[in-house]
């Protein structure tokens, strides 16, 4: 299959709103693809690369070759070429992949050039999310959807899934099993604005337990063999030694556990996160990193223990398993009530102690891995600032020809002017982008025929967030994290917006 035909569907499905509409473009494609090439057709289509990562910056896709008229790259040949790149390291590496990207732009057409690029930036955003793509499968593959849904659970990517699907049908989606030292997707969390409103969501009695803001991992062992995998399922077992030892020093030899690593500070309060997630990702001297950076774990589900799978048992007995398997020092701290106001208490407490806040979960939920299932429900503390919007990035998919992605900036008291802190694009309404875009033309103060259109600094804008993190990519040293658009302001002037000392009060 060409890639031609995989950027066409793809401007199809951005260009359809109804959800069936972007099934059956998804579908009919599917149905023509080969055995070999349908992982990757449908990685791509959802927005992901099977490599994960390239080590490609955005500069590495600024000033693309001309394109071809005729379209003669395939699939494979894509995909390969994709593999080189990321196998590029060491020395010179970024020259190497910069030189490879270009041959490979060359042979494309100027749709498929723009598809591989939003595609490399993670920028196609089209409505293919996992759930349209597994109603896809199953219509291209005529297995019911509720078996693709198990699979997953069970094999936590949707490519491979999807392939199976396409080539065995229903008998080769039974064929995933729960396999230790195989990741699966990690079950995830829905949000609220409070533990009694997350009591309630809930239906009363509830677990209760701390918000750690570590980095999620999934530990494996089998035998006297450890793995550990992260929530985006990457292995990082070399990395993370004190995991591995930990789960090795158990008398269980037959587990898969859910849980955090997490770097504290001497009195057990939390360092930064990108001190834990720093930590976590350097593979260079991993021994001296960990003398001056040791890392905790801590546990809060089990998916197989006691020889047995737990995935569609009760959050309740899965908690009774873990507690079997797992000393108490290693568990992350739990409270089960109904009683609002001691929960309410319990998300304090973890917030005095540095922690993100709370996981409200049922008693009776099972784990649904790779979705947020309605089960677990996440209470954080929302913190606000009123930012000024220092230019913006056209966006893509069903944002084309709208000005999307936001640069935020906090005043400068001493210095003068705004120091950037970061970008978003989240929180944005159809409404906001239309006006948006208008105004932000009005204020141009540069050429609108770019990627990015710098602005007067004369918009305040209302943003929401969850922490604050240090950050060597923008000026002041910091970036915002998960921030998303809550209003605009037009009563107050870029003269009142936030200054970046308060900020970094923030960070600290």
């Known amino acids: ?18 959800r069936l509409a972007k099934i059956r473009h998804l579908a009919e494609l599917l149905g023509r693809v080969g055995p070999d090439e349908a992982e990757i057709a449908i990685a791509y289509l959802s927005g992901e690369l099977p490599q994960r990562q390239l080590g490609v910056g955005l500069a590495g896709l600024r000033d693309l070759p001309e394109p071809r008229l005729a379209a003669t790259a395939t699939l494979l040949q894509v995909d390969a070429l994709l593999t080189r790149v990321k196998a590029r390291t060491g020395p010179g590496s970024q020259a190497a992949r910069k030189t490879l990207l270009a041959e490979l732009f060359a042979a494309l057409t100027g749709p498929e050039q723009t ?16 759930g349209v793509m597994i109603e896809a499968v199953a219509t291209a593959s005529g297995a019911p959807a509720a078996e693709v849904r198990r699979a997953l659970t069970l094999r936590g990517w949707l490519p491979a899934v999807g392939a199976a699907a396409l080539s065995g049908g229903v008998e080769a989606l039974r064929s995933f099993t729960l396999e230790v030292g195989r990741p699966v997707a990690p079950m995830l969390a829905q949000s609220a604005a409070s533990v009694t409103a997350a009591l309630e969501r809930v239906g009363g009695r509830a677990a209760i337990e701390w918000k750690l803001d570590g980095v999620r991992v999934q530990a494996h062992r089998s035998g ?18 004190e995991l591995v030892e930990a789960v090795g020093a158990l008398p269980a030899t037959d587990l898969v556990l859910d849980g955090e690593v997490i770097a504290l500070r001497p009195d057990g309060r939390p360092e930064p996160f990108q001190v834990t997630s720093g ?14 950076t040791p890392l905790s774990v801590f546990f809060f589900d089990a998916l197989r223990a006691g020889g047995a799978d737990l995935l569609d048992l009760p959050d309740e007995a899965r908690h ?4 079997r398997a797992v000393p108490a020092e290693l568990i992350t701290p739990r409270l089960v009530t109904d009683d609002a106001a001691e929960g309410e208490a319990f998300f304090k407490e973890a917030l005095r102690r540095g922690h993100e806040g709370v996981v409200v979960k049922s008693p009776q939920s099972p784990y649904a891995a790779g979705r947020r299932g309605a089960g677990w ?3 954080k503390p929302r913190h606000t600032l009123d930012l000024v919007v220092l230019a913006a990035e056209w966006g893509s998919g069903r944002r084309e020809g709208r000005l999307s992605n936001l640069h935020l900036g906090a005043r400068d008291p001493v210095g003068g002017g705004f120091v950037m802190l970061g970008k978003t694009f989240k929180g944005l309404t159809d409404e906001l982008l239309a006006w948006q875009t208008e105004r932000f033309l009005a204020l141009a103060a540069g050429p609108v025929d770019g990627w990015t259109v710098t602005v007067r600094p004369e918009l305040v804008v209302e943003i929401a967030f969850d922490g604050v993190q240090r950050s060597s990519r923008y000026p002041g040293g910091m970036a915002l994290r998960f921030a998303r658009v809550i209003r605009y302001r037009p009563d107050k002037t870029p003269e009142q917006a936030d200054t970046v000392d308060a900020v970094r009060a923030l960070m600290l």
């Open 224 to 241: 006297e063999a450890v793995s550990v995998f992260t929530r985006a399922l990457d292995d990082i077992t070399a990395q993370v030694p």
């Open 279 to 292: 930590r976590v990702a350097s593979r260079a001297d991993v021994a001296g990193a960990r003398r001056s």
């Open 320 to 323: 009774t398993e873990l507690v």
């Open 115 to 130: 598809f591989l690029s939003r595609l490399i930036r993670g920028e196609l955003r089209q409505g293919a999310l996992d």
């Open 1 to 18: 299959m060409l890639l031609i035909d995989l950027a066409r569907t793809s401007a199809a499905v951005a260009a359809d709103s109804a």
């Open 377 to 379: 429900v996440k209470v």
